[in-house]
């Protein structure tokens, strides 16, 4: 366990300007419940406890949360919020849904939103992405230099190196912390352990290896891919790997929006191999119909042997029915050539405060004590084994993962392998083209042969050419 820890934090790689996420398309709890915990007026003013406050002598103790809730349900942040009140005196209100975004899209536009998001900035309502653009989120770069909830230790040492400098938490490239991460998770291929044990194939590195691979697969009757067809972001643990071990250092360019860097010709040969599971017939059919969890559970049947996703689709799936023996196993998306550097696309899901909140000290002394010992062990003991993205994390969280889990957090230990961080700039001031549709939503018409890679490509350029232009 320690020599993971250790090659975790040293492989994590910050690219230039890069971030990354758990992704919210995630809605495996259907229900559209919010819970209120409310004793207290919101607009009582009371003497605040002496110690972390962080906030003058006296301020609001009434906090107003909204969380989204994904694939590990909400035990945690009840627990959380419990303990949160009996540390420091505080009511919590919680707002938590997996439509939080677009329950709390009112409140927003009203001028009235809540003291804290846990929301990312690729969920599908735009909330966040919305806050970047505008700048409508709080700096927090006083929180992480300021000192822990229960220490005086500055709270930025407590968070894995690189993180709060990528894009993914300093979303203006000024060094500015706008967005807290909360937990890391490797993101990848999932695919079935016991089915390559009994076939004797090994997981494929290069894209060479991939497509013979899915050869095989065709002559035992099953598909080589499938993704979860309506919900496209969900790529992105493929897509952007491929790319950045393709472009080196010139990935840069597809995190700040330069044009033309999705038509060079190393962007393109990527794009073709993904064009080419679609007309090489190696990709499950029907798959361009379905939601998350219908692919998902196909390919727990064996009908696809690679499925893109994260750790949490063992909790997201544990009612699935699935092959005989089925172990959840995760590996990088190939690479061009062998040596090449095999990236694990690092989910990170993030925090924020929006700046119109009505109590901000509130809000950051929240986010402090998310980040304490009893916090993070909460996270990881009632999130099946979810990890933090602090220094100590995965100390606290061997004992709640499973066998499958563990063994998905050693695709960062895979030869050739390293952590990656993603994530993309603030789009120029202005900017009305939603970069993220123009990325993901044409990959139903790629997978369909309606349309080719470098159709795929120049539309993104064209985006990304529209924002430098102010569009």
Not at 111 to 118: E, R, Y
Not at 246 to 266: K, M, V
Not at 368 to 394: H, I, P, S
């Amino acid at each position: 366990m320690k020599k993971l820890i250790s090659l975790l934090l040293v492989t994590t790689l910050v690219l230039a300007g890069c971030g990354g996420n758990n992704n919210n398309n995630d809605t495996s709890n259907s229900s559209n419940n919010t819970t209120t915990n409310t004793t207290t007026d919101s607009n009582t003013t009371t003497t605040a406890p002496a110690g972390n406050s962080g906030g003058g002598a006296e301020e609001n103790l009434v906090l107003n949360i909204a969380i989204f809730e994904g694939g590990y349900g909400r035990d945690f942040w009840d627990e959380v919020v419990g303990l949160f009140e009996a540390e420091t005196g505080y009511t919590v209100n919680m707002q938590i849904s997996p439509n939080i975004g677009d329950i709390i899209r009112p409140e927003i536009v009203a001028g009235n939103p809540p003291d804290f998001l846990n929301l990312n900035d690729n969920d599908q309502t735009g909330i966040v992405a919305a806050l970047i653009k505008d700048r409508g989120l709080l700096d927090l770069t006083d929180v992480f230099n300021g000192p822990q909830f229960d220490t005086d230790a500055a709270l930025k040492n407590k968070i894995i190196d690189g993180f709060l400098d990528s894009y993914k938490c300093s979303p203006y490239g000024d060094g500015k912390i706008f967005l807290a991460p909360g937990n890391v998770s490797p993101m990848g291929l999932i695919y079935n352990k016991n089915l390559f044990a009994e076939k004797g194939w090994s997981v494929p590195v290069t894209w060479d290896d991939f497509f013979d691979l899915g050869d095989k697969a065709k002559a035992e009757g099953m598909s080589l891919f499938t993704y979860q067809g309506i919900y496209p972001g969900y790529i992105e643990s493929v897509l952007f790997p491929a790319l950045a071990s393709h472009l080196g250092n010139d990935y840069s360019q597809i995190e700040d929006f330069t044009p033309g860097i999705w038509s060079d010709s190393r962007s393109l040969a990527v794009l073709e191999n993904f064009a080419k599971i679609y007309s090489g017939g190696y990709l499950m059919p029907g798959t361009v119909a379905l939601n998350h969890t219908d692919s998902q559970a196909a390919q727990m049947m064996n009908e696809a042997l690679f499925i893109p996703n994260g750790t949490w689709m063992e909790g997201e799936m544990a009612d699935a029915d699935r092959a005989a023996g089925y172990q959840f196993g995760l590996t990088p998306p190939p690479v061009m050539k062998s040596g090449d550097t095999r990236y694990v696309f690092s989910g990170v899901e993030q925090f924020s405060i929006p700046a119109a909140c009505a109590n901000p000290e509130g809000a950051k002394l929240f986010l402090r004590f998310l980040y304490t010992d009893k916090a993070v062990e909460a996270y990881a003991r009632l999130n099946g084994g979810a990890v933090m993205a602090t220094t100590n994390a995965l100390d606290l969280v061997e004992p709640y993962l499973t066998p499958d889990t563990f063994g998905m957090y050693g695709a960062y230990t895979e030869p050739g392998a390293a952590g990656m961080i993603q994530g993309f700039a603030a789009p120029p001031e202005g900017t009305r083209v939603i970069y993220s549709d123009e990325i993901f939503e044409p990959l139903s018409d790629v997978m369909s042969g309606r349309m080719t890679a470098a159709e795929w490509a120049k539309n993104i350029d064209d985006a990304y050419q529209a924002m430098a232009d102010g569009h």
